[in-house]
C-alpha cells in the first residue's frame, strides 16, 4: 500500500517512506508523524504606495489665493522592473570601483538623465513626455526636494510615480509622494511633488551606508562579476538565489519587510522583501530583473521576472525556503521548483496582476532542473538513482529532480518508492522522505 500523504498550503504532497521492512511499525509512525514541511511561504499585505494631493486655486492671474489641503489615495502600486542593456560582462573592477559603483546607484548620485534610466523596465514603457516626467518624479524622491513636473495631469502622475518605485528598489524610505495642484479659475496649470517619507534624510543616509557594506560584500563573492570573467547569468542569479534564501528567516510582520532593509540588514522578511533584494542585486550587476506582484496559493505576492544568458525566466525566490522537521531532524534546504521557469508554468499556481505587462518568458535552458542535468522525460529510474548514490556518496542527503508531466512523475514515484526501488541505489538507508511539488512536477528525496 502506498504511503498516506497530505498537502500543506503550497500545494506540496509530503510523505516519508521505509523501506522493505527494515524499520518497526513504531518507528515508522514516529517519523511519518514528525515530518512537516515548511515551504513556499507568501506574504500578508499587498504593498501599497500613497498619492497625496495638494490642491491650490486661485482666481486670479498671478497664481496667488487660499490653498486647500487632502489626502487622496492611489491605487495600489503594482511592483516590476526591467533593464534592457544585454551587456552583462564587463571588465575586473577593483573594490573602490564597486563602492563607488553601489554607491552611485544607491544614492540616485550624478544626473539623472535619459541616459541613466535608459536600462529600466518601466522607464520604457513610456513615451518621451512621460519619461521625462518620470525623471523630474525620481529628482524629487531621490534629493528630497519639492519642484514642478512637466505634466498637469494627476492620473498620469499617479502612473509615473508608481512606474518610479517599481524601477527602484533602492527607494526604501518613501511610500508615497505628495503633490499640489495649482490652477486658475478652475483650470490646473502645474504641478508640484515632494516625497512621502517613512524616515528621517539622516536616517535614510545611515541605512544606505550599511547596505553598501552589506551589498559590496555579496557582489563581491559573486562569480565571476567583480573579475571579470563570462560566468553566464544562470551562475550568478543561482547564487545571489541562494544567498538571499540562505540567509533571511520568512517572518511576518518583521521590520522593514516591504523594501531590501529586511533582507540585507534584518535578515528576516516577507516575500516583498525577497523579491526586491534580487531585484535590486541583479540590477547592480547589470542582469535586467523585473519585480511582478500578484497573489500565489490564494494570498498576495510577489516575485521575479529575470533576463539570463538572452531569455526572460520567472523566480520565485521565497519559494525556495524549505525545511523539513521531525522528532529526529530539522533540515533546512533551498528548493529550486521556482528557478527559471516560463509563464505557463508559473502561472500554474501564481496569478500575475497585469498592472504592469510581464516579459513574455518561453526560454528553458536556464531552467535549473534543465542546467543541472535533473530534468526527466523518461520513466526510467535508473538516473535518478544514480543520481542519488553519486549525492550519499558525495556526503550528501538529498536529491531534487524534475520531470516533463505529473504521468512521469507518478510512474517514477510507484517504482522508487511503492516497489522500494530507491533502496536498491542507496546505502544503510532504512527510510527516506519525499516531497512533491505536484504543480511544477518536481521531487525533493531526503535520505
Request: charged share 20%; proline share 3%.
Given at each position: 500500500m502506498q504511503d498516506p500523504y497530505d498537502f500543506d498550503s503550497s500545494g506540496y504532497d509530503r510523505r516519508s517512506h521505509s523501506g522493505g521492512g527494515c524499520l518497526n511499525v513504531l518507528a515508522f509512525l514516529v517519523i511519518l508523524i514528525g515530518i512537516f514541511v515548511g515551504i513556499c511561504k507568501f506574504y500578508n499585505v499587498s504593498p501599497t504606495n500613497t498619492?497625496?494631493?495638494?490642491?491650490?486655486?486661485?482666481?486670479?492671474?498671478?497664481?496667488?489665493?487660499?490653498?486647500?489641503?487632502?489626502?487622496?489615495?492611489?491605487?495600489?502600486?503594482?511592483?516590476?522592473?526591467?533593464?534592457?542593456?544585454?551587456?552583462?560582462?564587463?571588465?575586473?573592477?577593483?573594490?573602490?570601483?564597486?563602492?563607488?559603483?553601489?554607491?552611485?546607484?544607491?544614492?540616485?548620485?550624478?544626473?539623472?538623465?535619459?541616459?541613466s534610466q535608459a536600462g529600466y523596465y518601466c522607464y520604457n514603457l513610456l513615451e518621451d513626455d512621460s519619461k521625462t516626467v518620470y525623471r523630474e518624479v525620481l529628482d524629487s524622491l531621490v534629493n528630497w526636494k519639492e519642484r514642478e513636473i512637466s505634466t498637469v495631469d494627476a492620473d498620469e502622475l499617479n502612473t509615473i510615480y508608481n512606474y518610479v518605485m517599481s524601477d527602484h528598489p533602492e527607494i526604501f524610505y518613501t511610500n508615497g509622494v505628495h503633490y499640489t495642484q495649482k490652477s486658475i479659475n478652475g483650470t490646473v496649470t502645474a504641478i508640484y511633488v515632494k516625497g512621502q517619507y517613512t524616515m528621517t534624510q539622516d536616517d535614510a543616509a545611515q541605512y544606505q551606508a550599511r547596505l553598501l557594506s552589506?551589498?559590496?560584500?555579496?557582489?563581491?563573492?559573486?562569480?565571476?562579476?567583480?573579475?571579470?570573467?563570462?560566468?553566464?547569468?544562470?551562475?550568478?542569479?543561482?547564487?545571489?538565489?541562494?544567498?538571499?534564501?540562505?540567509?533571511?528567516?520568512?517572518?511576518?510582520?518583521?521590520?522593514?519587510?516591504?523594501?531590501?532593509?529586511?533582507?540585507?540588514?534584518?535578515?528576516?522578511?516577507?516575500?516583498?522583501?525577497?523579491?526586491?533584494?534580487?531585484?535590486?542585486?541583479?540590477?547592480?550587476?547589470?542582469?535586467?530583473?523585473?519585480?511582478?506582484?500578484?497573489?500565489?496559493?490564494?494570498?498576495?505576492?510577489?516575485?521575479?521576472?529575470?533576463?539570463?544568458?538572452?531569455?526572460?525566466?520567472?523566480?520565485?525566490?521565497?519559494?525556495?525556503?524549505?525545511?523539513?522537521?521531525?522528532?529526529?531532524?530539522?533540515?533546512?534546504?533551498?528548493?529550486?521548483?521556482?528557478l527559471g521557469l516560463t509563464n505557463k508554468e508559473m502561472y500554474v499556481n501564481h496569478t500575475v496582476d497585469n498592472n504592469i505587462p510581464v516579459p513574455d518568458c518561453t526560454a528553458t535552458q536556464d531552467n535549473y532542473f534543465v542546467y543541472t542535468n535533473t530534468y526527466f522525460s523518461s520513466s526510467d529510474i535508473s538516473p535518478i538513482g544514480e543520481l542519488a548514490r553519486s549525492a550519499q556518496?558525495?556526503?550528501?542527503?538529498?536529491?531534487?529532480?524534475?520531470?516533463?508531466?505529473?504521468?512521469?512523475?507518478?510512474?517514477?514515484?510507484?517504482?522508487?518508492?511503492?516497489q522500494h526501488l530507491i533502496y536498491n541505489y542507496l546505502s544503510n538507508i532504512n527510510s527516506c522522505t519525499y516531497v512533491l511539488n505536484a504543480a511544477q512536477n518536481t521531487l525533493i528525496i531526503l535520505f
Open positions: 498619492l497625496w494631493h495638494y490642491a491650490e486655486e486661485s482666481q486670479q492671474s498671478d497664481n496667488s489665493g487660499s490653498e486647500e489641503v487632502y489626502p487622496m489615495p492611489s491605487v495600489p502600486v503594482d511592483e516590476s522592473i526591467g533593464d534592457d542593456d544585454n551587456s552583462r560582462h564587463s571588465p575586473a573592477i577593483s573594490q573602490e570601483e564597486l563602492e563607488e559603483r553601489i554607491t552611485g546607484h544607491m544614492e540616485g548620485t550624478g544626473d539623472i538623465t535619459d541616459e552589506a551589498i559590496q560584500t555579496i557582489l563581491a563573492t559573486v562569480p565571476g562579476y567583480v573579475d571579470g570573467t563570462t560566468t553566464d547569468d544562470f551562475t550568478k542569479i543561482k547564487y545571489l538565489y541562494d544567498y538571499i534564501v540562505s540567509n533571511t528567516d520568512y517572518v511576518e510582520g518583521a521590520d522593514e519587510n516591504q523594501n531590501i532593509i529586511s533582507v540585507l540588514l534584518n535578515h528576516r522578511s516577507v516575500c516583498n522583501g525577497y523579491a526586491k533584494t534580487l531585484q535590486y542585486l541583479s540590477q547592480l550587476m547589470g542582469i535586467p530583473a523585473i519585480l511582478v506582484s500578484g497573489t500565489a496559493e490564494g494570498g498576495p505576492h510577489a516575485w521575479n521576472a529575470i533576463l539570463m544568458d538572452g531569455g526572460w525566466y520567472q523566480i520565485d525566490v521565497t519559494f525556495g525556503e524549505s525545511n523539513v522537521s521531525s522528532q529526529k531532524t530539522d533540515l533546512s534546504f533551498i528548493n529550486y521548483a521556482y556518496a558525495a556526503g550528501e542527503n538529498m536529491i531534487q529532480f524534475r520531470t516533463a508531466d505529473s504521468y512521469t512523475m507518478d510512474v517514477i514515484i510507484d517504482k522508487l518508492f511503492t
